[in-house]
């Protein structure tokens, strides 16, 4: 019995909250990476932007897997991820140095 009580189960971090253009820029991905530091398999593979983005970035050698019980992975971004955020800003500054 359950007492009148219900129980959520939520297996979101913040994935899912980046839109569809989001979720394909590399850059974006990561930050939201190394914000939330970990992810679950249904968000990660909630659509195909999503799921190829982050078969990339695994692939690419940008994102380490620190393991995690399921549904979780627990990440941490590699020096290239942090490298790629870095350059990305700096692009961006001199863009609006520029204007």
């Known amino acids: 019995m359950n007492n009148g009580r219900i129980f959520i189960d ?3 971090a913040g994935l899912d909250d980046l839109t569809a253009k989001e979720a394909r820029c590399t850059v974006t991905v990561l930050k939201t990476l190394d914000r939330i530091k ?3 398999v249904f968000e990660a593979t ?3 932007p999503i799921a190829r983005m982050m078969t990339r970035v695994f692939r690419d050698g940008l994102v380490e897997n620190l393991g ?3 549904p ?3 990440v941490e971004l590699t020096q290239a991820g942090r ?3 870095a350059a990305s800003e700096r692009a961006a500054s001199a863009n609006q140095k520029g204007e």
Do not use: P, V
């Open 83 to 85: 490298d790629l955020i």
């Open 68 to 70: 995690g019980g399921y």
């Open 46 to 48: 909630a659509n195909a």
């Open 38 to 40: 970990r992810f679950s």
């Open 10 to 12: 939520r297996f979101s």
């Open 72 to 74: 979780w992975t627990d």
